[in-house]
């Protein structure tokens, strides 16, 4: 059982930047690819950013340019770098951790909100 804790959300304003970090324990955490989702109200979790367990990335559309993610093996970390972020971008981001299908873990979330 994997258990992932998000931390750094909070209120910005437009354009600026945030980090956003997910701590994982109780897997081994190399193994699994991580990946950042976020749900906007009314709207369907959707995929922000994955890293798989080798470092290869890919991003949505929406952010590609705008945000980073990464990750420490050493650590249990996983990070999103989100800069020059919209209003848009205002919704929960979940931690997610993926290794086989039965094996994929949720963090709670943690509210980003672009807002000036």
């Known amino acids: 059982q994997v258990q992932l804790v998000e931390s750094g959300g909070g209120l910005v304003q437009p354009g600026w930047s945030r980090r956003l970090s997910c701590l994982a324990s109780g897997g081994i955490f190399s193994n699994y690819a991580m990946g950042w989702y976020r749900q906007a109200p009314g709207k369907q979790r959707e995929l922000v950013a994955r890293i798989k367990s080798g470092g290869m990335t890919n991003y949505a559309d929406s952010v590609k340019g705008r945000f980073t993610i990464s990750r420490d093996n050493v650590k249990n970390m996983v990070y999103l770098q989100m800069n020059s972020l919209k209003p848009e971008d205002t919704a929960v981001y979940y931690c997610?951790?993926?290794?086989?299908?039965?094996?994929?873990?949720w963090g709670r979330g943690t509210q980003v909100t672009v807002s000036s």
């Open positions: 997610n951790a993926y290794w086989a299908p039965g094996a994929e873990y």
